[in-house]
């Protein structure tokens, strides 16, 4: 049975830092593209980091370039998301999700083969 658990969501300042992960189980974790999504209230989930199965480039949102990093260790089967200078409109659900084989970095909700359950990001004044 395939598993994603995500980890390290909580209540931060703006300017602040979170990490989170994502530990894989009941896969063959090399095989998969690894994203994270995220949910606003009253918004779609949007795709927000991606890493490839292979080598090769990862792939940010652009309302998070040069304040989030992705980052995967197959060797744990965990995939992280640094996200640093957080600012209000950061807040929302985040999701750990995989495709596999997926081409690129980047892939759809509607093509994620599995998914997290979400950690709960939100940043305050």
């Known amino acids: 049975q395939v598993a994603l658990v995500e980890s390290g969501g909580g209540l931060v300042q703006a300017g602040g830092s979170l990490r989170l992960s994502c530990a894989a189980s009941g896969l063959t974790f090399s095989r998969y593209t690894m994203g994270w999504f995220r949910q606003a209230p009253g918004k779609e989930r949007e795709f927000v980091a991606g890493?490839?199965?292979?080598?090769?480039?990862?792939y940010y949102t652009d309302s998070v370039k040069g304040r989030f990093t992705i980052s995967r260790d197959n060797a744990k089967n965990t995939v992280a998301l640094q996200m640093n200078s957080l600012k209000l409109e950061d807040t929302a659900v985040y999701y750990c999700?995989?495709?596999?084989?997926?081409?690129?970095?980047?892939?759809?909700?509607?093509?994620?083969?599995?998914w997290g359950q979400g950690t709960q990001v939100t940043i305050s004044s």
């Open positions: 999700a995989a495709k596999f084989y997926g081409g690129g970095s980047t892939f759809s909700a509607a093509s994620a083969n599995y």
């Open positions: 890493i490839p199965w292979s080598d090769g480039p990862t």
